[in-house]
């Protein structure tokens, strides 16, 4: 009996189709945009996220900490971390999933990058305290705390950013088919500043600023909402998507044999350089 769930043929082709992938970017930008409007009504509490600021039984963690863990160990359960764009913060939580496993098409080169600890920490230090900026005040009594409220609204802001930059992983993969010699010979030169060069597309940032730009102005009439500078957020979103990109890329080669014949067999979506990443 099988006991693999298939996906849809065509699935890998349309993971690699970039117009697709910027789509997909498009989406996690709002769904960023909007769980942060839902955090900002709440302030700072910087308390939530020391470890030891609010007492947790049994745990050293802070309370931010502590929920995003348990809610990683649950959702694992239902195969959330099975899925190659997802990517845990605590990977040391995740059980195996009561659900059948799905049979994702292999799409990326194997790799082992994950820098939610570095998103994690941007988010907590400087994204946070910009887009509540205005609670200071309310922070100093005004306001009740709404710390679990807050926590709520942390983390699937917290895992729609990293969900948006680690594809950055799917934006190289599909630069790298489409240009595969000019990107082969940055990666054996080791060519960082080349590699910058070539997956930077300043149309395309310029369109993703102008749309944060609307979107804030849109909702701009609750001074809540208006506390979001969506040029703040992007100067973090899109250098990490990048970083995730050339990360990604050299290491694009490594477990290969670099030649000619190699090189064409990477324009079969089907072949051996469909590799698979995630939690296996
Ligand atoms: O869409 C792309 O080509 C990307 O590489 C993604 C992205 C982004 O993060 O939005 C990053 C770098 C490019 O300069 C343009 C946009």
Redesign the pocket.
């Known amino acids: 009996m099988d006991t693999t769930i298939d996906l849809p043929e065509g699935s890998a082709a349309k993971a690699l189709d ?1 117009s697709n ?2 789509f997909q ?1 498009i989406r996690l930008e709002d769904t960023i945009t909007f769980h942060l409007i839902e955090r900002v009504q709440f302030p700072l509490n910087a308390t939530i996220y020391k470890a030891g600021g609010v007492r947790v039984p049994y745990s050293t963690l802070s309370l931010f900490d502590w929920f995003l863990r348990e809610q990683e160990h649950l959702h694992s359960l239902i195969r959330r971390y099975q899925s190659p764009d997802e990517y845990p913060f605590f990977p040391d939580v995740l059980q195996k999933p009561i659900l059948q496993p799905i049979n994702y098409p292999r799409v990326l080169h194997p790799n082992e990058i994950n820098i939610n600890d570095k998103i994690k920490d941007l988010y907590i230090h400087t994204i946070l305290p910009a887009a509540c900026a205005h609670s200071e005040r309310e922070e100093r009594g005004e306001k009740k705390e709404n710390f679990g409220s807050s926590v709520t609204c942390d983390v699937p802001t917290l895992q729609a950013l990293s969900r948006r930059i680690h594809f ?1 992983k799917y ?1 190289a993969e599909a ?1 790298f088919r489409s240009e595969t010699e000019r990107f082969v010979k940055l990666i054996k030169a080791k060519d960082v500043k080349g590699l910058d060069d070539a ?4 149309k ?2 310029n369109k ?1 600023l102008d749309r944060l730009a609307l979107k804030a102005k849109t909702y701009g009439t609750d001074p809540d909402i208006a506390q979001i500078d969506p040029g703040k957020i992007n100067d973090i ?2 250098p990490l ?2 970083e995730v ?1 050339i990360a990604y890329l050299l290491q694009r080669l490594d477990g290969t044999e670099w030649d000619e014949k190699e090189a064409e067999r990477v324009d079969d979506k089907s072949g051996p350089y469909v590799a698979h990443v995630g939690v296996p």
């Open positions: 970039l992938i910027r970017l950055g934006v630069k997956i930077t597309d300043t395309v940032e993703v979103v899109i998507t990048k990109e």
